[in-house]
């Protein structure tokens, strides 16, 4: 009887999957449009359906996609600490390369697209924008999108998907060489965040990985740019 409770659950987690991963792309495709405003409110979205499937699927605390006391444990698991640092090296190697691409406009395009919600002059203010900007698209790209999905569908198409719909919230106006340039970039930190999250099964591992490669990122562009 219990466990026929725990399948009916599984199945309504999974009925509610489907509908917010479809309202999350279709708010981000707004993107398309760079003036759009309603693209970020498919962050809530995610972060909304991630504790509501949760509540309803009624999962022990021990599998959630979200576990604060597990995150030592979880680092630990084959692989995870390597993948966590990996971002780092991929956001200065592409902040590197399109830097001499586009002759210093890449950063500049970076910076005009991150200005818009993160403020750089004021330390204190900036990390906590960090924090909690890569905590909330990691509770809803990985978590939800990428955790919930995996189980109806393959891991592959999910990492795929949700990195395509999480690169594509990152668009904004400009030179249409660095747009993509900067949104493929995107997009390959988000399927290492994705690999992160499978090998770690917990999100809190993922934003670790997220705020590292946010933080390198900037302090790169402030030291050497």
Known sequence: MKDQQMIENHKKSAVLTMPGAAIMILLTVTKIV?????AGYSVFVGIAFFFLTEAVSKAPRSESGLRFHTILEDLKKPGVIAWVLLPIVSGIVINVVGNLIFHGEFFDHVMGRAGSILSFDKTALLAGQILIAAFGEEIA??????????????????????????????????????????????????L????????????AISTLSHILANTAALVEVFLFF
């Open 34 to 38: 760079p003036a759009s405003k309603i």
């Open 192 to 203: 290492i965040f994705s690999v992160v999250y499978r090998k770690s099964g917990n999100c």
């Open 141 to 190: 790209y990985r978590g939800f999108f990428l955790g919930k999905g995996m189980k109806i569908l393959p891991f592959w198409l999910c990492a795929v998907v949700s990195s395509l719909t999480f690169a594509a919230g990152h668009i904004a106006a400009g030179n249409i060489g660095i747009v993509i340039y900067d949104v493929a970039g995107v997009f390959i930190d988000s």
